[in-house]
């Protein structure tokens, strides 16, 4: 049957307060999760002030979710109850589409996404994991490892795939130089992950404030891009570069850091239009590339990496009563680096 739940939702761009949301009654695919904790995004924040004009008030944000199994549909087999479970950004997906079929779920045209979609199975909106239970299809259900701490675990179901995701698909690795652009929520996931994968890491950030935090992450080089000099001797050296910034920066003087045929991947979303110049990318056939989180398989993948690895977000975790003042200092960068919310606190 359904089930009533606490929640923390939206009801307005300017507030999230204290609510209770009703979760629709599992079916057989389906598996039933007590979420522990959650972690909290900048899309959440985008989507809750209606930044992106396509908010469905109320709602409850949030897809970094952490929790253990209450139950499971008759045909659930690879989940149990007791088992320590995750959800992203999806819970759905067409599945008979290429980008699925594929294991790309993530671009299927068709993809639920946790929150502010539609669901199919009932036609409601979907609500996120600022509550304290879920249902979700066990195809879009991850395991979480022992090894990683569950309050951890929660910002990898965004922040690591979304850095992940590039770094598996481009083959960071023991030979390859990888580049990342900023040291933010997603930034120093990316160095931790990269440097993991057996790359030589090199952070790029506007000053010196963050050197050392990098180099304690596992960052092998820093260059602080406010010295006018900052790119001398950098000229043809990354394999890789990640752009995990939103704010508007010189791209050809990343790009003519490059080697032939290498990729400067954006994963910040800037509200600018990224500017080029043409000669930035043809001598040496450079390439410019978007990617968006990753498909359930490669988001397993990352959990497994990161438990065997032991590599975790830096995450400062706040009750739900704080929610709205963790906004605004995450607007203002004054968090180092991912707030979690602990659920047992709504």
């Not at 009533?4 to 009654?25: D, G, L, N, Q, V």
């Not at 759905?92 to 996404?113: A, I, L, P």
């Amino acid at each position: 049957m359904s089930k009533e739940t606490k929640a923390w939702a939206a009801t307005s761009p300017k507030k999230i307060e204290f609510s209770k949301i009703t979760r629709r009654a599992p079916d057989d695919q389906d598996v039933a999760i007590d979420i522990k904790f959650a972690g909290i995004c900048h899309s959440d924040i985008h989507t809750v002030r209606n930044e992106w004009k396509n908010t469905e008030f109320p709602l409850v944000v949030g897809h970094e979710i952490a929790g253990i199994v209450s139950a499971v549909g008759k045909n659930v087999k690879k989940f149990k109850v007791g088992d320590r479970v995750g959800v992203g950004c999806m819970v759905n997906s067409y599945r008979q589409c290429d980008n699925c079929k594929d294991g790309e779920e993530q671009y299927c045209v068709d993809k639920v996404e946790t929150y502010n979609a539609k669901d199919p199975k009932d036609g409601t909106i979907t609500q996120g994991g600022y509550s304290q239970y879920i249902v979700v299809d066990q195809a879009f259900v991850l395991n979480i490892p022992e090894s990683i701490p569950m309050d951890k675990a929660a910002p990898l179901l965004c922040a690591g795939i979304t850095v992940f995701s590039p770094l598996n698909h481009w083959h960071a690795g023991p030979g390859k130089r990888v580049g990342i652009i900023g040291l933010g929520g997603l930034g120093h996931v990316g160095v931790k992950i990269a440097k993991a994968l057996g790359s030589e890491v090199t952070v790029f950030s506007q000053s010196d404030s963050k050197k050392e935090l990098a180099l304690q992450f596992g960052a092998d080089a820093y260059v602080a891009t406010s010295d006018p000099k900052a790119f001398d001797g950098l000229e043809r050296k990354f394999d890789i570069i990640l752009n995990t910034v939103s704010a508007k920066i010189p791209l050809d003087k990343y790009l003519s850091s490059l080697r032939r045929d290498g990729s400067l991947v954006q994963v910040g979303a800037p509200s600018d239009p990224l500017q080029i110049a043409p000669f930035s990318l043809l001598p040496q056939r450079i390439g410019i590339h978007g990617t968006l989180i990753g498909g359930i398989a490669e988001t397993q993948k990352m959990l497994n990496l990161c438990g065997e690895k032991q590599i975790f977000p830096e995450i400062e975790v706040v009750p739900a009563s704080y929610i709205n003042e963790a906004y605004d200092r995450v607007v203002k960068s004054q968090v180092k680096f991912r707030f979690v919310i602990d659920v047992s606190t709504m």
